[in-house]
């Protein structure tokens, strides 16, 4: 089984400042690891996932996630936040082995940009 | 990239009353649909995985009898509310499991149902 923790249900950021969302996960098998954002009465969109090679994954809108596997950790990182980047963002994790795997979701960290 | 429909997008239900959610993968074939619930504030809860041609896999704590999932083509899965009540509402979604290989494997999520039970 796995399970996701996201140390900080929400963070507050000027905009234009950089910020980091935290995510560690446990494990007994290899993951893959996901992070979606989800805005106000909408569906998930994926950001970026991480299935193997390079720790260090781009996704869509300046998003960038780094892979500690010593850390147990899937932090993602912006270096400069829009207004428009306001919204809930949520780390996942799965099972990586072949076929469908359930997806554990993290607690949600909502991401507040301040103008 | 893949795309999920739900349909509807929000209902309003009078306790007591059944409700069909559907979703849809719109460009893909998926044999394995996910049904998760949202409460407010919180993550999304997997309540079953529906497999196509057969019958859901539940997960533990979700009444099968009340959350009627059907999935009868590659590309269509419903989730049926049975005599809703007011504790039922909740931010439903779907997810469609498209397989493609070690790097493509993922779910596509839907934009979500509002299911209010008045």
């Known amino acids: 089984a796995q399970s996701v923790t996201q140390l900080d249900s929400q963070v507050p950021v000027f905009e234009e400042a950089p910020v980091e969302l935290r995510c560690n996960y446990s494990s007994s098998v290899s993951v893959y690891l996901f992070w979606y954002v989800q805005y106000p009465n909408q569906g998930l969109q994926l950001l970026l996932k991480y299935l193997s090679g390079s720790t260090l994954v781009k996704g869509i809108n300046g998003f960038e996630a780094e892979f500690n596997k010593s850390q147990t950790s899937f932090h993602l990182r912006k270096p400069s936040v829009h207004i428009s980047d306001t919204a809930e963002y949520f780390c996942?994790?799965?099972?990586?082995?072949?076929?469908?795997?359930?997806?554990?979701f993290g607690t949600g960290t909502k991401l507040q940009v301040i103008p | 990239g893949a795309v999920v429909s739900q349909h509807p997008s929000r209902v309003i239900c009078k306790s007591g009353t059944s409700v069909k959610i559907e979703c849809r993968s719109l460009?893909?074939?998926?044999?394995?649909m996910f049904w998760y619930r949202q409460f407010p504030k919180q993550s999304l809860m997997l309540m079953a995985t529906s497999n196509e041609g057969s019958k859901a896999t539940y997960e533990q704590g979700v009444e099968k009898d009340k959350f009627l999932i059907n999935h009868a083509s590659l590309t269509l899965s419903t989730l049926t509310v049975t005599s809703a009540h007011p504790e039922d509402s909740s931010f439903y979604i779907c997810s469609a499991y498209k397989a493609g290989g070690a790097s493509t494997d993922t779910q596509y999520f839907g934009p979500g149902t509002r299911l209010t039970v008045l």
């Open positions: 460009d893909f074939q998926a044999t394995t």
């Open positions: 996942a994790v799965s099972g990586a082995s072949g076929g469908y795997q359930k997806v554990t």
